[in-house]
């Protein structure tokens, strides 16, 4: 019988040890590449392995699952260059952090979050371009996070609960503490963006499952107003977009703000949404890797109007970015369309003002993926650019994405965990973590 307490330790010292021992193959960008993978490959291995002895979260422990899988995809999609070296072994030390966090007792896993917050606030003010210069917002977004979460260690109830929930506000990102988001997403060096996608928001929502539920009327009454301002200008600003990256960050937004709202209106945080952030995040995960296919062949962020005609010349690419944007788009049988439904079917609320907010962001999602879809693989093939089909590990990169997005729609969510509720006296929901803040002691 294994100890529960180690497990974490366990699951978080895989990944840790293979970033360790990434120095020694250093000079060898292509064995550093298949040992990182490896590494990914063994921590999904181990958490297969231990989760049946794990105490599942109010959210389930599907996001448990997806991280080394969404971390080997990222590496996946990645050119072999030496420049992105120190970026394949930040993954991993993410994803050690991140492992940790997600199965450690509540301290513990405020000061794998804290860590986390000092490793992307130093990675934010250390790499910028011309074309990204430094975000000073992003950074105060994380330094704000930073203090919250010291906060919740240090303070008494109810400062302590609305750090907390200030914290979440930035990890799972809702209007207006979207910088980070952004900016992570736009500025983090190599694979990292694609990887920190699902990474940030799977750590949101592990910290506000236990807080759902002990939310006061005005807390709930002023998040639910600021998820729908989140939705709309999510998806108001991805339609104005032209740089492809900052087109799915604020996609991300418009989704992740969905969230916040079914959430707090109904004061819990089950499978199902765990469910619908898993799959928001893979599906923007497979985007960015897709895009960074096309940045590899042409350049770092090439204006998307200057491609066209891949459907013919990238038939692989073409066919997997075509069912990307239909799982993105919320079109069954894929995941995304399973965790939407999921959440407004087991939704409380009546049909309101809020239910239209979200289906009219979410029907805007499918005009401009589908419209950005459209401009790379379709129209004339230009004769100056040199058109080459997928790679074997992009192609797995993508096939993965896909399968997974897939599985996700048809697989049922109560093998990932029971799907609690709360209850109508407001209670915390069982399975919380006992060290859960409460707004008033």
Same mark, same amino acid.
């Given at each position: 019988?294994?100890?529960?307490?180690?497990?974490?330790?366990?699951?978080?010292?895989?990944?840790?040890?293979?970033?360790?021992?990434?120095?020694?193959?250093?000079?060898?960008?292509?064995?550093?590449?298949?040992?990182?993978?490896?590494?990914?490959?063994?921590?999904?291995?181990?958490?297969?392995?231990?989760?049946?002895?794990?105490?599942?979260?109010?959210?389930?422990?599907?996001?448990?699952?997806?991280?080394?899988?969404?971390?080997?995809?990222?590496?996946?999609?990645?050119?072999?260059?030496?420049?992105?070296?120190?970026?394949?072994?930040?993954?991993?030390? *993410?994803?050690?952090?991140?492992?940790?966090?997600?199965?450690?007792?509540?301290?513990?896993?405020?000061?794998?979050?804290?860590?986390?917050?000092? *490793?992307?606030?130093?990675?934010?003010?250390?790499?910028?371009?011309?074309?990204?210069?430094?975000?000073?917002?992003?950074?105060?977004?994380?330094?704000?996070?930073?203090?919250?979460?010291?906060?919740?260690?240090?303070?008494?109830?109810?400062?302590?609960?609305?750090?907390?929930?200030?914290?979440?506000?930035?990890?799972?990102?809702?209007?207006?503490?979207?910088?980070?988001?952004?900016?992570?997403?736009?500025?983090?060096?190599?694979?990292?963006?694609?990887?920190?996608?699902?990474?940030?928001?799977?750590?949101?929502?592990?910290?506000?499952?236990?807080?759902?539920?002990?939310?006061?009327?005005?807390?709930?009454?002023?998040?639910?107003?600021?998820?729908?301002?989140?939705?709309?200008?999510?998806?108001?600003?991805?339609?104005?977009?032209?740089?492809?990256?900052?087109?799915?960050?604020?996609?991300?937004?418009?989704?992740?703000?969905?969230?916040?709202?079914?959430?707090?209106?109904?004061?819990?945080?089950?499978?199902?949404?765990?469910?619908?952030?898993?799959?928001?995040?893979?599906?923007?995960?497979?985007?960015?890797?897709?895009?960074?296919?096309?940045?590899?062949?042409?350049?770092?962020?090439?204006?998307?109007?200057?491609?066209?005609?891949?459907?013919?010349?990238?038939?692989?690419?073409?066919?997997?970015?075509?069912?990307?944007?239909?799982?993105?788009?919320?079109?069954?049988?894929?995941?995304?369309?399973?965790?939407?439904?999921?959440?407004?079917?087991?939704?409380?609320?009546?049909?309101?003002?809020?239910?239209?907010?979200?289906?009219?962001?979410?029907?805007?999602?499918?005009?401009?993926?589908?419209?950005?879809?459209?401009?790379?693989?379709?129209?004339?093939?230009?004769?100056?650019?040199?058109?080459?089909?997928?790679?074997?590990?992009?192609?797995?990169?993508?096939?993965?994405?896909?399968?997974?997005?897939?599985?996700?729609?048809?697989?049922?969510?109560?093998?990932?965990?029971?799907?609690?509720?709360?209850?109508?006296?407001?209670?915390?929901?069982?399975?919380?973590?006992?060290?859960?803040?409460?707004?008033?002691?």
């Amino acid at each position: 019988m294994i100890d529960a307490t180690l497990i974490p330790w366990i699951l978080a010292g895989i990944p840790l040890l293979g970033a360790a021992l990434s120095p020694a193959l250093w000079a060898h960008p292509h064995r550093l590449m298949a040992w990182s993978v490896g590494i990914c490959a063994a921590s999904l291995a181990s958490v297969a392995g231990l989760a049946g002895f794990l105490a599942a979260p109010p959210e389930g422990l599907l996001l448990l699952f997806l991280l080394p899988l969404t971390a080997g995809v990222s590496l996946l999609g990645q050119p072999h260059q030496q420049s992105h070296r120190a970026s394949w072994v930040l993954t991993l030390v *993410f994803l050690s952090l991140g492992l940790g966090a997600l199965t450690s007792q509540p301290v513990v896993a405020k000061l794998f979050l804290m860590v986390i917050h000092g *490793f992307v606030i130093v990675l934010l003010y250390s790499h910028h371009t011309p074309l990204w210069p430094i975000s000073w917002w992003g950074l105060g977004a994380y330094t704000l996070g930073a203090l919250c979460l010291l906060l919740t260690l240090i303070a008494a109830p109810p400062v302590a609960s609305m750090a907390a929930l200030l914290a979440c506000t930035i990890l799972l990102p809702v209007v207006p503490f979207q910088d980070g988001h952004l900016t992570a997403l736009t500025r983090l060096p190599g694979n990292l963006p694609s990887f920190m996608v699902l990474l940030f928001p799977a750590l949101g929502l592990h910290s506000l499952a236990p807080l759902a539920a002990t939310l006061p009327e005005s807390v709930v009454w002023m998040m639910s107003l600021l998820a729908l301002a989140g939705t709309a200008y999510g998806a108001v600003k991805a339609l104005a977009q032209s740089r492809v990256r900052l087109l799915l960050a604020y996609s991300s937004l418009s989704f992740f703000s969905m969230l916040w709202w079914c959430v707090v209106t109904t004061r819990t945080a089950t499978p199902r949404a765990a469910l619908y952030v898993g799959a928001v995040g893979l599906v923007m995960c497979g985007l960015l890797v897709a895009w960074q296919i096309i940045r590899t062949r042409y350049g770092d962020d090439v204006d998307p109007q200057a491609i066209s005609g891949l459907a013919s010349t990238m038939p692989q690419y073409a066919v997997l970015l075509s069912l990307l944007a239909l799982a993105a788009m919320g079109l069954p049988p894929f995941g995304v369309f399973a965790g939407f439904m999921g959440l407004l079917l087991s939704s409380t609320a009546a049909f309101s003002a809020g239910i239209i907010v979200l289906v009219s962001a979410w029907l805007s999602s499918s005009w401009y993926i589908l419209d950005l879809v459209q401009r790379l693989l379709f129209g004339n093939r230009r004769s100056d650019l040199r058109y080459a089909d997928l790679l074997q590990t992009e192609l797995a990169a993508l096939v993965i994405v896909v399968l997974t997005l897939l599985a996700l729609g048809i697989v049922p969510i109560s093998l990932f965990g029971p799907d609690r509720t709360a209850t109508s006296t407001g209670a915390e929901p069982p399975g919380a973590h006992s060290g859960s803040l409460a707004w008033n002691r």
